[in-house]
């Protein structure tokens, strides 16, 4: 097993390499490529041509490619000076980078503004969890009846309603014409807890429909492929309780696949939930990515896209050794 | 004695004889009636009929966008400033964001554009980057995803390692920052039509591992199959054995996740256009109808829900259709 966790971990490492100069690449080849300045993309509508130079000098463009992505790392690890004599600038580790146009730590910024995402990601998670598998089995259960046939259908409306649809629907129903809820934000939990989950419930219920449509869907398949099994026919001939065949027997068969999908949902989620929070009006890190994004600020978005590759690697690996644990025959592969 | 050998040749002959038509008779009606089989039960089953229909609808309303503009709606550009009511900030005039008969859909607060005009245009890119997405998508996915299920080794390790790495990308974030870094002209194509390559890029090659993953299961356990076998001892190269032998029998899987996967585009490209990675305006685009109604849906919801339908309705034909689709042509599926 530790053998298996290790070898897992490497990969991962690797991974989240390659993924950083992949995303590193393409953000310095292509402006290349295309004729565009990135030291213009780091400094804004500067014409002064001095400034761009300063810019590119204090940035490293003007070293060769492989070195940049050199300190980049480096400056992951153990931080980095954008250089030159006065204005010098540190950026202690993990630098992600500084932001030069807004003037911001790119780091400082993705930490104060993960609490919002993750509050969003791990509530939704809980209820789309519960709605998702839990609509499934029924609808498994319940095969041809009017109830899987409603739940299916749900289901299928749920996976083609683009999320900026319904948040847009539901805020202008229950927000501002039946006055249920107050409008959605995010404060801090430990603030008020109330006021917490009052601001985030409508995103919660959003996001969360969406992926309990995907999750009904699959659990309903694997649920109905796992009571064809074999060993679901001897559970029942061995007399035991219908009870304990679906919830001891096939559930736990059932539950493996949705454990690999909940955990890449879920850590592609910390990364930003981008059209929800931009939906919302959340400050979370996909907002972030997105404003960036809108101003062109280069370190910004390559260190939320990194950010957001070292979750799903991260959610990758837990996965990877949950797995092993539920299922010894993949750690010999 | 005469009868002796005789009877015997006429027996092989007529056997043979009856034995070479009666074959690829019987293989002409089988080829046939698979394929009949999946058809009888797609018509049965009336969900993906009539999402099907619906499907066809849009293409042919996407196809003669001018002409249907031009017989029951106005140009998609054209701005009808008396329609809208200067007292509520360039908010339509009347009720339900100002349909009426001649402007079925409503108007554009602002600009007075006819709502139909932009969502029948916007049909045009949506489908057309959600096809050839769709394309791009399907011809790596099964060129890569064959070759690594039947070659295995290395050849699979490569691939499925690219395909890991493709999934663990932060996919949304990535296709819109790499938009931005773009510019606004590039080789001397711009606008529009950059705009639309460059999302049927970002969209087909990051979908194209979804794809590669269900050939290449699919290939995996084709190769040991008898017929495979039998191929090779009769001296068949590794092509012939992957185009001749292979991939006709990954035909249905591959076709019903193209139709799969369509839905899916739809989505990706109404989102990317929503967070401005888009096509341009004033080119129509559902998605970015949507992004500007963020700024007025609670004077005006009705301007949220006309785009929002279109791409509820657009999405859910398909995924009725691929449904029924798989289904009938793999019926142990569900």
Redo the contacts between chains.
């Keep these: 097993m530790f053998r298996y966790i290790i070898r897992r971990l490497i990969a991962g490492v690797i ?1 989240l390499l ?2 950083t100069l ?2 590193f690449g ?2 310095f080849m ?2 290349k490529l ?3 300045d990135p030291a213009l ?1 780091y400094t804004g509508k500067q014409t002064d041509k001095v400034a761009i130079e300063g810019a590119r000098k204090k940035m490293g463009l003007d070293k060769p490619v492989i070195e940049q992505y050199g300190l980049f790392v480096k400056g992951l690890v153990v931080g980095r000076d954008y250089d030159d004599g006065p204005d010098k600038t540190h950026c202690p580790a993990p630098c992600f980078g500084y932001s030069f146009k807004n003037q911001f730590n790119v780091w400082q910024r993705m930490l104060s503004d993960l609490p919002v995402t993750a509050s969003l990601a791990v509530g939704a998670a809980v209820i789309w969890l519960i709605l998702g598998v839990g609509a499934g089995i029924i609808s498994a259960l319940r095969k041809g009846r009017a109830i899987d046939r409603a739940v299916m259908t749900g289901a ?2 749920g ?4 999320i ?2 319904t948040g ?2 539901s ?2 129903i229950f927000v ?1 014409t039946l006055n249920w809820l107050p409008s959605p934000g995010y404060s801090p939990f430990l603030q008020n807890p109330l006021t917490w989950a009052q601001g985030l419930i409508l995103p919660w219920i959003t996001l969360a429909f969406l992926f309990a449509a995907t999750y009904a869907r699959l659990t309903r ?1 694997t649920m ?1 492929e796992t009571l064809s099994e074999d060993y679901i026919r001897t559970a029942r001939a061995k007399g035991l309780r219908e009870r304990t065949v679906i919830g001891k027997h096939a559930l736990r068969s059932t539950l493996t696949p949705i454990t690999t999908v909940f955990g ?1 949902d879920l850590g ?1 989620l910390l ?2 939930a ?2 929800t929070e ?2 919302f009006n959340l400050n979370g890190l ?1 907002k972030d ?2 404003l960036a ?2 101003t ?1 600020d ?1 370190p910004v ?1 390559l260190g ?2 990194m950010f ?2 070292f979750f ?2 991260l959610a ?1 690996l837990i996965v990877d050794v949950l797995y092993g644990v539920i299922d010894p025959r993949v750690r010999l592969a | 004695m005469v009868m002796g050998p005789e009877p015997p040749a006429a027996a092989g002959s007529t056997l043979v004889a009856d034995e070479l038509p009666v074959e690829s008779e019987v293989r002409a009606i089988e080829g046939r009636s698979l394929g009949r089989i999946a058809w009888n039960r797609l018509k049965r089953d009336r969900i993906a009929m009539a999402g099907g229909i619906i499907v066809i609808v849009l293409i042919l309303v996407a196809i003669f966008a001018p002409v249907l503009v031009k017989l029951v709606a106005h140009p998609p550009n054209d701005f009808h400033d008396d329609l809208l009511d200067p007292n509520l900030g360039g908010l339509p005039k009347g009720r339900f964001g100002g349909i009426s008969g001649s402007y079925l859909f409503g108007v554009q607060p602002v600009t007075g554009r006819d709502m139909f005009s932009q969502i029948v245009y916007g049909a045009r890119v949506s489908l057309t980057v959600a096809f050839l997405a769709a394309l791009v998508a399907v011809l790596i996915g099964s060129v890569l995803g064959v070759a690594a299920g039947y070659f295995g080794g290395w050849v699979d390790a490569a691939i499925s390692r690219v395909m ?2 493709l ?4 996919q ?3 296709a ?3 938009v ?4 606004q002209s ?1 080789w001397g194509f711009g606008g529009t039509f950059l705009r639309m390559a460059v999302l049927v890029v970002v969209i087909g090659f990051f979908g194209w591992p979804y794809i590669g993953r269900i050939v290449r299961g699919q290939a995996l356990s084709l190769r040991e199959r008898e017929f495979v076998e039998a191929s090779r001892s009769l001296g068949a190269r590794g092509g012939y054995i992957l185009f001749r032998e292979l991939l006709p029998n990954l035909v249905a899987p591959i076709l019903v996740y193209t139709t799969l996967i369509i ?1 899916t585009n739809i ?1 990706n490209e ?2 990317l256009s ?4 888009g096509v341009k305006s004033p080119t129509p685009s559902w998605g970015r109808l ?2 500007d ?2 700024n007025y ?2 004077p005006d ?1 009705t301007y ?2 006309v785009p ?1 339908v279109a ?2 309705v657009t ?2 034909a398909f ?2 259709f691929g ?1 029924g689709l798989r289904d009938a042509l793999d019926p142990r ?2």
Excluded: K, R
């Design positions: 991974t390659v993924v992949v995303t393409i953000f292509v402006p295309t004729g565009t993309l299928l409306a996976v083609s309603l683009p900026y649809f847009l629907l805020a202008s501002y398949a109905l890449l592609a990364g930003g981008v059209l931009t939906v996909g990515a997105v994004i809108s062109s280069l978005i939320v896209t957001a590759a799903i690697v990758n | 890991d790495l999934l663990a990308f932060p949304l974030l990535f819109i920052a790499l931005s870094v773009l510019p590039l839905p989505l109404a989102a929503f967070l401005g990675a949507m992004s109604a963020v849906y609670q919801p949220m829900i929002g791409i509820f999405v859910m995924n009725l449904d599926a569900h």
